[in-house]
């Protein structure tokens, strides 16, 4: 019993070591003075209130939702297809794209950022959002085909033979049977993907030209301490916005697995 | 035989696009940033008669050796120090814990934002005039700033812990859970004391957990650029850092993919010495 309290102690630092970073900037994005230190000097909102006057910032934002959007499109139909090939279909070479489908996660970014870089320039694809929007897609599919992959998972194929076994077509059955069955785990895929899109810094940071995304503009402001404040209202922004998606999604995955049950 | 054509053939067409898309953009960079490492800058253009100029200037040059080690040497560093801090928390999830679900959410969360902003808030933290300093002399416990908290390898290493936790805690939990609960009365029955149990029993049981969680954060980790730009200083630079300059400010496409390529063959060569040790280590405590 004494060994389970120390464990129970070690894992709540531990938490609280996970959380300091996530609730700093918050906390500091309401200080009213520019140093982030102890003691705060009052409290403002004057900081969130100068974020919509930035049109720098605004045009980043806009970047940002273009490239997240239209990467959590395709990254989320890839994944969808492939997802349901993996887990309904047998084929030769299945085990070999499963594995490929994940290779993303483990290539170091830099790596990523550079050869896509050089790739792009190679076919004359110039640095800008639409190669921000290939890249990011690149990334983002191993989290949509895990998505999907759980959302197949948990659905009962008899439901789809009984379609076909009723006259209806192929096309018919993926819109009246699965699509509806697994929407949750698309959802959750679209809003995962999305967030991987819209937080990433290192392969935007090559791939972006003069197009900057956020991360890419938030990069060019850590910089600057005088304008540390805005940086801190908006980053705290981003965070609640991140957590907030993903929450969500994370309750779409839910309800798609619990369907099954 | 016509279902099974047909099963056949609609999985090939249903994987086809995520399978290609992946594998152009993993072997169409690879092929050209080959190229690109046996060619010249000359100023604005490229020349492009092949030689092994760069790879000798690279191989040759002590600061990217030096670079090369300290990413490999840090990245270590990060993944050791990942694996025993979070070990705790996933075998407390695993055995301990009543609401297991809240327990991963709750370690999850923070990691759902920002990697840039996470980061910049270390930066923060660690900073001479920052959180953790004025927060120490605010509460009279120190009287100056600490120096040695930010710009150097410690940050580093205490960032990227941070950053990686849950991909640490994540697989040692689910190999934690596989393990068969008799096995562990078996060993207590034959005589095991907890610490002994733990050593025989559970630990090599979660080497797969631990080869995987270390992989996961070894081989990102190496390449990293954010936390040693933010966090490192001159102490703390790493290979990444060196990559983007190429690309960047000196403008030297062909060494920077020379870097790439050789930082890619070094870090698959640690993993795989690092992955067969492990497990050949794991049988042997059995």
Same mark, same amino acid.
């Given at each position: 019993?004494?060994?389970?309290?120390?464990?129970?102690?070690?894992?709540?630092?531990?938490?609280?070591?996970?959380?300091?970073?996530?609730?700093?900037?918050?906390?500091?994005?309401?200080?009213?003075?520019?140093? @982030?230190?102890?003691?705060?000097?009052?409290?403002?909102?004057?900081?969130?209130?100068?974020?919509?006057?930035? =049109?720098?910032?605004?045009?980043?934002?806009?970047?940002?939702?273009?490239?997240?959007?239209?990467?959590?499109?395709?990254?989320?139909?890839?994944?969808?297809?492939?997802?349901?090939?993996?887990?309904?279909?047998?084929?030769?070479?299945?085990?070999?794209?499963?594995?490929?489908? #994940?290779?993303?996660?483990?290539?170091?970014?830099?790596?990523?950022?550079?050869?896509?870089?050089?790739?792009?320039?190679?076919?004359?694809?110039?640095? /800008?959002?639409?190669?921000?929007? $290939?890249?990011?897609?690149?990334?983002?599919?191993?989290?949509?085909?895990?998505? #999907?992959?759980?959302?197949?998972? =948990?659905?009962?194929?008899?439901?789809?033979?009984?379609?076909?076994?009723?006259?209806?077509?192929? %096309?018919?059955?993926?819109?009246? @049977?699965? +699509?509806?069955?697994?929407?949750?785990?698309?959802?959750?895929?679209?809003?995962?993907?999305?967030?991987?899109?819209?937080?990433?810094?290192?392969?935007?940071?090559?791939?972006?030209?003069?197009?900057?995304? +956020?991360?890419?503009?938030?990069?060019?402001?850590?910089?600057?301490?005088?304008?540390?404040?805005?940086? $801190?209202?908006?980053?705290?922004? !981003?965070?609640?916005?991140?957590?907030?998606?993903?929450?969500?999604?994370?309750?779409?995955?839910?309800? /798609?697995?619990?369907?099954?049950? | 035989?016509?279902?099974?054509?047909?099963?056949?053939?609609?999985?090939?067409?249903? &994987?086809?696009?995520?399978?290609?898309?992946?594998?152009?953009?993993?072997?169409?960079?690879?092929?050209?940033?080959?190229?690109?490492?046996?060619?010249?800058?000359?100023?604005?253009?490229?020349?492009?008669?092949?030689?092994?100029?760069?790879?000798?200037?690279?191989?040759?040059?002590?600061?990217?050796?030096? %670079?090369?080690?300290?990413?490999?040497?840090?990245?270590?560093?990060?993944?050791?120090?990942?694996? %025993?801090? &979070?070990?705790?928390?996933?075998?407390?999830?695993?055995?301990?814990?009543?609401?297991?679900? $809240?327990?991963?959410?709750?370690?999850?969360?923070? *990691?759902?934002?920002?990697?840039?902003?996470?980061?910049?808030?270390?930066?923060?933290?660690?900073?001479?005039?920052?959180?953790?300093?004025? &927060?120490?002399?605010?509460?009279? #416990?120190?009287?100056?700033?600490?120096? *040695?908290?930010?710009?150097?390898?410690?940050? @580093?290493?205490?960032?990227?812990?941070?950053?990686?936790?849950?991909?640490?805690?994540?697989?040692?939990?689910? /190999?934690?859970?596989?393990? =068969?609960?008799? !096995?562990?009365?078996?060993?207590?029955?034959?005589?095991?004391?907890?610490?002994?149990?733990?050593?025989?029993?559970?630990?090599?049981?979660?080497?797969?957990?631990?080869? &995987?969680?270390?992989?996961?954060?070894?081989?990102?980790?190496?390449?990293?650029?954010?936390?040693?730009? !933010?966090?490192?200083?001159?102490?703390?630079? #790493?290979?990444?850092?060196?990559?983007?300059?190429? *690309?960047?400010?000196?403008?030297?496409?062909?060494?920077?993919?020379?870097?790439?390529? %050789?930082?890619?063959?070094?870090?698959?060569? @640690?993993?795989?010495?690092?992955?067969?040790?492990?497990?050949?280590?794991?049988?042997?405590?059995?």
């Amino acid at each position: 019993m004494k060994r389970a309290n120390g464990l129970l102690i070690y894992t709540t630092l531990y938490l609280a070591f996970l959380y300091l970073p996530v609730l700093l900037l918050p906390l500091f994005s309401f200080n009213d003075g520019t140093i @982030v230190a102890f003691p705060i000097k009052g409290w403002t909102l004057d900081w969130y209130r100068q974020l919509g006057a930035q =049109d720098t910032l605004l045009n980043a934002l806009g970047n940002s939702l273009i490239v997240g959007i239209t990467t959590a499109l395709l990254a989320t139909s890839m994944g969808l297809f492939a997802a349901r090939a993996y887990v309904r279909n047998r084929f030769p070479g299945k085990e070999a794209s499963e594995g490929l489908v #994940m290779l993303p996660l483990v290539i170091p970014g830099i790596i990523v950022a550079s050869s896509m870089l050089v790739l792009f320039i190679s076919i004359g694809l110039k640095p /800008s959002l639409t190669a921000v929007i $290939l890249g990011h897609s690149f990334l983002a599919l191993p989290f949509s085909v895990s998505i #999907m992959k759980s959302a197949f998972d =948990d659905f009962d194929a008899s439901l789809e033979e009984a379609a076909y076994d009723l006259g209806s077509t192929v %096309l018919e059955t993926f819109r009246r @049977v699965t +699509l509806p069955v697994v929407a949750p785990g698309i959802v959750s895929s679209f809003l995962v993907t999305f967030t991987v899109s819209f937080d990433e810094f290192v392969l935007a940071f090559f791939l972006s030209g003069n197009e900057p995304t +956020l991360p890419v503009y938030i990069w060019s402001q850590i910089r600057f301490p005088a304008k540390l404040p805005n940086t $801190l209202a908006l980053g705290s922004v !981003l965070l609640l916005a991140s957590v907030l998606l993903l929450v969500v999604a994370e309750y779409f995955r839910r309800r /798609s697995s619990s369907k099954s049950a | 035989m016509f279902k099974l054509r047909s099963d056949t053939s609609r999985g090939l067409t249903l &994987a086809a696009p995520a399978t290609l898309y992946v594998g152009l953009l993993v072997a169409a960079p690879l092929v050209i940033l080959v190229a690109y490492s046996m060619w010249t800058q000359t100023y604005v253009s490229i020349d492009r008669t092949p030689t092994w100029a760069n790879y000798r200037e690279a191989l040759t040059d002590p600061l990217v050796r030096h %670079l090369m080690i300290r990413s490999i040497l840090i990245a270590g560093a990060v993944t050791v120090a990942t694996v %025993l801090t &979070a070990y705790p928390i996933a075998y407390f999830i695993a055995f301990r814990a009543r609401k297991k679900t $809240l327990w991963l959410l709750l370690i999850t969360i923070p *990691f759902w934002s920002s990697y840039l902003l996470r980061v910049f808030a270390w930066k923060l933290i660690l900073g001479f005039n920052g959180v953790m300093n004025s &927060a120490l002399m605010v509460t009279g #416990m120190i009287d100056e700033p600490l120096t *040695f908290l930010l710009y150097n390898e410690f940050a @580093v290493v205490l960032t990227l812990a941070h950053a990686w936790a849950p991909f640490a805690i994540l697989p040692i939990y689910v /190999s934690l859970q596989k393990i =068969d609960p008799s !096995l562990l009365e078996a060993a207590t029955d034959l005589g095991n004391g907890a610490v002994a149990r733990f050593l025989r029993v559970t630990l090599p049981l979660t080497i797969p957990g631990i080869i &995987a969680a270390s992989l996961i954060i070894f081989i990102p980790t190496v390449g990293d650029y954010v936390t040693p730009s !933010l966090v490192g200083g001159s102490d703390g630079k #790493m290979i990444a850092n060196l990559i983007q300059v190429q *690309f960047g400010a000196a403008n030297n496409w062909p060494l920077g993919a020379t870097l790439s390529l %050789l930082a890619m063959l070094a870090v698959g060569f @640690v993993a795989l010495v690092f992955a067969l040790g492990l497990t050949a280590a794991g049988r042997r405590i059995r």
